[in-house]
């Protein structure tokens, strides 16, 4: 290490424990760097090579790119049709085969072709409460 590198590695130590003792002072920047004599552009300056010099020695894996996993495309079943009680429409009314699955947050409910109207409707109802 040549003397230009100890003096900025002195310099660094130096505004290391300065930044500290802001941090540590309860004061924000602007009042912290006037009651102590500092610009705040050296502050700020020395603030930068400092956080720079630490992400030199920070060694970070290498990333890695992810794939998706393929999966084969399965048939979806066919839906259950019925048709409505109302007289007036005389379309099909059709309901889906497949689970349903409701997310909100850290929460997932799924709820299978065969779950019961008894369940689904205790399952609103506990929801609807929470």
Not at 32 to 57: D, P, T, V
């Amino acid at each position: 290490m040549n003397t230009k590198q100890k003096i900025h590695h002195a310099k660094m130590a130096k505004w290391a424990a300065l930044i500290k003792e802001q941090s540590d002072s309860g004061l924000n920047v602007k009042q912290w760097c006037s009651q102590e004599g500092y610009s705040i552009h050296a502050y700020n300056y020395w603030k930068h090579l400092l956080k720079e010099e630490a992400m030199k020695s920070v060694s970070l894996p290498e990333i890695v790119p992810l794939q998706q996993p393929i999966i084969p495309e399965q048939p979806l079943p066919a839906p259950l049709c019925m048709q409505t009680p109302n007289s007036l429409d005389s379309r099909n009314s059709c309901i889906s085969a497949s689970p349903l699955s409701v997310s909100f947050g850290d929460i997932q409910i799924n709820i299978g072709p065969s779950a019961s109207d008894d369940a689904i409707v205790s399952i609103i109802k506990a929801v609807r409460h929470v």
